[in-house]
């Protein structure tokens, strides 16, 4: 399994970014993807997750409300949308996938693609 994020860069607070993850490597019919985000000195946090499958999604309190994530299966993309963006966002933003039936779960997944650097600036 391969995944590669991009679309990182540097924004302003009220912003918007959208992140992109290209998924190769076999079929994630049964795999939920997920991002997952780590802050400079901070562990790795859940942001959201979408199932492939039936695109059920999953977020983070922190971010319900203000960031979307989506996925179109005929180009194996998954996306996600950050609007209202604030300077606590800043953080290098991971694409991953799992298996697994928590997605929350930082442990539960399997592989992860090179990170994508945010900046917010205030």
């Known amino acids: 399994v391969q995944l590669q994020a991009s679309g990182g860069g540097l924004v302003q607070a009220g912003g918007s970014l959208r992140l992109s993850c290209a998924a190769s490597?076999?079929?994630?019919?049964?795999?939920?993807m997920g991002w997952i985000r780590q802050a400079p000195g901070k562990e790795r946090e859940f942001v959201a997750a979408?199932?492939?499958?039936?695109?059920?999604?999953f977020y983070a309190d922190s971010v319900e409300g203000r960031f979307t994530i989506s996925r179109d299966t005929a180009k194996n993309m998954v996306y996600l949308q950050m609007n209202s963006l604030k300077p606590e966002d800043t953080a290098v933003y991971y694409c991953?996938?799992?298996?697994?039936?928590?997605?929350?779960?930082?442990?539960?997944?399997?592989?992860w693609g090179q990170g994508t650097l945010v900046t917010v600036s205030s």
């Open positions: 991953a996938a799992t298996t697994g039936g928590r997605p929350q779960k930082i442990l539960a997944y399997d592989y």
């Open positions: 490597g076999r079929t994630f019919i049964t795999y939920t």
């Open positions: 979408i199932t492939w499958g039936f695109g059920t999604t």
